[in-house]
Nanobody, 121 residues
Framework: VQLQASGGGLVQAGGSLRLSCAIS????????MSWYRQAPGKERELVAM??????????NYAASVKGRFIISRNNAETEFYLQMNSLKSEDTAVYYC?????????????WGQGTLVTVSS
């Protein structure tokens, strides 16, 4: 399984970006779709998550992005997104997509390669 993150770039403070994560396969059951980020010199942190259909696609956000970021997905579960609005300089980081999925009753973690978001003030 491969995840391909894209959509990062340079944006001015107050601007918007939309990140995408393409999933190479869909012959497993996705339990959680998430976006993480890692700023220079800091640990990786969870930004947004969406549970699977069985949990009603419930979403959750880090306090620092709540009300500004929105996680979503397509119905085929082949892509999911992070819409980032009202960006701030502190949102500058490498953003990683992640899924937790079961295949043959085994739960596994899959990561994308990361996409850099730079917010200029």
């Amino acid at each position: 399984v491969q995840l391909q993150a894209s959509g990062g770039g340079l944006v001015q403070a107050g601007g918007s970006l939309r990140l995408s994560c393409a999933i190479s396969e869909n012959d497993f059951s996705i339990k959680v779709m998430s976006w993480y980020r890692q700023a220079p010199g800091k640990e990786r942190e969870l930004v947004a998550m969406m549970l699977g259909d069985e949990q009603g696609r419930q979403t959750n956000y880090a306090a620092s992005v709540k009300g500004r970021f929105i996680i979503s997905r397509n119905n085929a579960e082949t892509e999911f997104y992070l819409q980032m609005n009202s960006l701030k300089s502190e949102d500058t980081a490498v953003y990683y997509c992640n899924i937790k999925a079961t295949k043959n009753l085994r739960l596994s973690d899959y990561w994308g390669q990361g996409t850099l978001v730079t917010v200029s003030s």
